[in-house]
C-alpha cells in the first residue's frame, strides 16, 4: 500500500521493464505511458481515443494487444492503451509518484481503459483479493478464509450496503469500492450535528 490508500503492483508489458501500478477496482483496463511499455515486437494499434480519470487526468492512447508480466507470470495477449500524450499533468504526477499506470479491476466500471483482465482467471466471478498484511494482490478468490460477506457486483454492488455511524442505527445506502486512493465518504444525511463537528 502506498500513501495509505493505494494498492500498488508491479507488472511488465510488452516486455518492457517492471512499473509500479495502481490497482483500482473504480475503473476498468489497463493504461500506461508509451514510455513504459516494451518495444521489440510491437505491433499495429488496434484502436485509439481520448479517455480520463476522475480527478484531473485526460490522455490520448492507441490500443494495443500485447502480453503483460505480473509477477514473472506472462499472459496471453491482452488489449492495453498506451497513453501518447496526457494533460494536465502525467500518470506519475496524478498518481502522486507512487505508481506509473493505472490497472482497473472493476467490471462494472465504465472504463476508461478496454476489458484488459477479463481473460485472467478468476477476476470476474471470484474478485480480486488486496492482503496488505503480506503485501500481496491476488487474482481469484480469497485464499485465507471464508468471507464474512459477499456482495454482488463490483464496484458497484447490487444490492444495498448497511451503515452504522458510532454504534447508531443501520441505514442503507448504495456503496462503491473503489480501491483507486481515496478514503471513502459518506452520505452526509446519516450523520448528526455533533457529528459533524
Given at each position: 500500500m502506498q500513501g495509505v490508500t493505494e494498492p500498488v503492483l508491479d507488472l511488465a508489458v510488452n516486455g518492457?521493464?517492471?512499473?509500479?501500478?495502481?490497482?483500482?477496482?473504480g475503473s476498468d483496463g489497463l493504461v500506461i505511458p508509451i514510455q513504459d511499455i516494451g518495444w521489440q515486437t510491437l505491433s499495429f494499434p488496434v484502436g485509439l481515443g481520448f479517455g480520463s480519470y476522475s480527478g484531473g487526468l485526460d490522455y490520448f492512447y492507441l490500443t494495443f494487444d500485447m502480453p503483460v508480466n505480473f509477477d514473472g507470470v506472462e499472459t496471453d495477449t491482452l488489449p492495453v492503451d498506451v497513453a501518447i500524450f496526457e494533460?494536465?499533468?502525467?500518470?506519475?504526477?496524478?498518481?502522486?509518484?507512487?505508481?506509473?499506470?493505472?490497472?482497473?479491476?472493476?467490471?462494472?466500471?465504465?472504463?476508461p481503459g478496454p476489458d484488459t483482465i477479463a481473460s485472467?482467471?478468476?477476476?470476474?466471478?471470484?474478485?480480486?483479493?488486496?492482503?496488505?498484511?503480506?503485501?500481496?494482490?491476488?487474482?481469484?478468490?480469497?485464499?485465507?478464509?471464508?468471507?464474512?460477506?459477499?456482495?454482488?457486483?463490483?464496484?458497484?454492488?447490487?444490492?444495498?450496503?448497511?451503515?452504522?455511524?458510532?454504534g447508531g442505527p443501520l441505514h442503507a445506502v448504495q456503496a462503491d469500492f473503489d480501491s483507486g486512493g481515496v478514503f471513502g465518504t459518506i452520505p452526509s444525511n446519516l450523520l448528526t450535528s455533533s457529528e459533524i463537528n
Open positions: 518492457g521493464s517492471q512499473v509500479p501500478v495502481l490497482l483500482d477496482s494533460w494536465p499533468t502525467t500518470f506519475q504526477g496524478f498518481l502522486a509518484g507512487y505508481a506509473d499506470a493505472i490497472l482497473g479491476t472493476g467490471p462494472d466500471s465504465a472504463g485472467l482467471p478468476g477476476v470476474y466471478d471470484e474478485g480480486v483479493y488486496i492482503n496488505e498484511a503480506a503485501g500481496q494482490v491476488e487474482f481469484g478468490a480469497n485464499p485465507d478464509a471464508t468471507p464474512l460477506y459477499t456482495l454482488a457486483g463490483g464496484p458497484i454492488p447490487s444490492q444495498d450496503v448497511y451503515v452504522s455511524i458510532d
